[in-house]
């Protein structure tokens, strides 16, 4: 059971817009910056969003990030057949000593 | 450019230990907060640990899971990250990454290595 919460999966048409959630509490995103990352298979993570709503540089833009509250998002556009992927939300969650979380993924499929 | 390399992993016996490093290069390491995470086969992400830059305090922090058997470090002078793994269970079968923070206080990874395999089984 991940402290935040994604839907398992999500999916689209090329070129249809897919929003990812990612739902916490005031401990971790209410507080704290929320990254997102894409994973494809057999690779390791990568970056995609930082502190909420900021691209990395070579991220193309059509992938956004938002926050608010106690939840973020994750927005890819312009879908394309590349972006099938598992994606994942983290913050820095400060109840007891403090911790990384992560959301248990959405795999993004193009249909 | 970030470039984070793993090693260390491969099969380890239950209850027996091992020790991951992960060598750092193309940032001042000495700034960032650094961390590991894992992922076991065919499952999400978990965080494992994590250590703060070196200074008057240096923290680490655990998950409940690895607390008490496993020990987070880095070497400042060597640019490297280490995790030692004792009392290995079936459970701690994943693929290790190491990971850079976005800083000196900020712990969620912004770049990851290509990770390392440890596998708990006789």
């Known amino acids: 059971q991940s402290v935040l919460t994604q839907p398992p999966s999500a999916s689209g048409t090329p070129g249809q817009r897919v929003t990812i959630s990612c739902s916490g509490s005031?401990?971790?995103?209410?507080?704290?910056?929320v990254c997102w990352y894409q994973q494809l298979p057999g690779t390791a993570p990568k970056l995609l969003i930082f502190?909420?709503?900021q691209r990395p540089s070579g991220v193309p833009d059509r992938f956004s990030g938002s926050k608010s509250g106690t939840s973020a998002s994750l927005a890819i556009s312009g879908l394309r057949s590349e972006d099938e992927a598992e994606y994942y939300c983290?913050?820095?969650?400060?109840?007891?000593?403090?911790?990384?979380?992560f959301g248990g993924g959405t795999k993004v499929t193009v249909l | 450019e970030v470039q984070l390399v793993e090693s260390g992993g491969g099969l380890v016996q239950p209850g027996g230990s091992r020790r991951l490093s992960c060598a750092a290069s193309?940032?001042?390491?000495?700034?960032?907060?650094m961390s590991w995470v894992r992922q076991a086969p065919g499952e999400g992400l978990e965080w494992v640990s994590s250590?703060?830059?070196?200074?008057?305090?240096?923290?680490?922090y655990y998950a409940d899971s690895v607390k008490g058997r496993f020990t987070i470090s880095r070497d400042d002078s060597k640019n490297t990250l280490y995790l030692q793994m004792n009392s290995l269970r079936a459970g701690d079968t994943a693929v290790y990454y190491c990971?850079?923070?976005?800083?000196?206080?900020?712990?969620?990874?912004?770049?990851w290595g290509q990770g390392t395999l440890v596998t708990v089984s006789s």
């Open positions: 990971a850079r923070g976005g800083g000196t206080y900020e712990y969620a990874p912004w770049a």
């Open positions: 193309g940032f001042t390491f000495t700034n960032y907060a």
């Open positions: 250590i703060s830059i070196s200074g008057d305090t240096m923290d680490t």
């Open positions: 005031s401990s971790n995103i209410g507080r704290n910056y």
């Open positions: 502190r909420n709503d």
């Open positions: 983290a913050a820095w969650d400060e109840r007891l000593s403090g911790y990384v979380v």
